[in-house]
Nanobody, 114 residues
Framework: QVQLVESGGGLVQAGGSLRLSCAASGSIFSVQAMGWYRQAPGKQRELVAA???????NYADSVKGRFTISRDNAKNTVYLQMNSLKPEDAAVYYC????????WGQGTQVTVSS
């Protein structure tokens, strides 16, 4: 089992920045990649950014150039730095850990005011 705890969401004005954190614990040796997903009301959950164990990153087109995913292996923590936020970025953001199984955090709300 892998446990994921997100933090860092909140309310920000358009154009502002937030940094999300996801602390992992448990059987993290089985995790091949970690990612940030988001789900807005009435929409499907979508991948925002992912990072592999080797540090290879992948981003949704809608956030390229604005969001950066990174990891601190010593702290078993993954971060999502979000800059130039737009109202359409508002959603519940979930941390996901991918391996033999897929684990989810509880989610953290990001609200962007225009």
């Amino acid at each position: 089992q892998v446990q994921l705890v997100e933090s860092g969401g909140g309310l920000v004005q358009a154009g502002g920045s937030l940094r999300l954190s996801c602390a992992a614990s448990g059987s993290i040796f089985s995790v091949q990649a970690m990612g940030w997903y988001r789900q807005a009301p009435g929409k499907q959950r979508e991948l925002v950014a992912a990072i592999t164990r080797g540090g290879v990153t992948n981003y949704a087109d809608s956030v390229k150039g604005r969001f950066t995913i990174s990891r601190d292996n010593a702290k078993n923590t993954v971060y999502l730095q979000m800059n130039s936020l737009k109202p359409e970025d508002a959603a519940v953001y979930y941390c996901g850990a991918m391996g033999p199984a897929h684990y989810w955090g509880q989610g953290t709300q990001v609200t962007v005011s225009s």
